[in-house]
């Protein structure tokens, strides 16, 4: 089971907030940008460049991973550590709302976002 329609309005309200706040300047997005993916419960946030062998194509860089847990009706956030797995975000895990989960990817107060 999806999102409900209300629920996702209130999240698109939420990403399209975190976007325009961290996104760059337009002339800079098509060597830079943040984009993300909703799939099931789960909010992929990625950064967006050019590869560097191959400047047609585009990479997509994760950035933090933020999932719906319905039964606790909680969001748990996730970052990428070196090993390439996704691990929870110790000093703030759970968030009782999108926005507050991206509120702290924003803040990034330990440079495990965007470094």
Not at 6 to 25: D, H, Q, S
Not at 50 to 75: C, G, L, M, Y
Not at 95 to 112: E, I, K, P, Q, R
Request: charged share 30%.
């Amino acid at each position: 089971m999806a999102f409900t329609d209300f629920e996702r309005a209130v999240n698109l309200k939420a990403i399209e907030w975190f976007l325009n706040k961290r996104r760059p300047p337009e002339h800079i997005r098509p060597q830079l940008d943040i984009g993300y993916a909703i799939v099931g419960y789960t909010v992929d946030l990625y950064e967006i460049r050019p590869d560097w062998q191959d400047q047609t194509t585009s990479r997509h860089t994760p950035i933090a991973r933020i999932k719906f847990v319905r039964t606790r009706a909680e969001w748990r956030l996730y970052w990428m550590r070196r090993d390439l797995k996704w691990h929870g975000y110790e000093p703030d895990e759970v968030h009782s709302t999108l926005m507050s989960a991206l509120t702290t990817v924003d803040a990034d107060a330990y440079c495990c976002f965007f470094g």
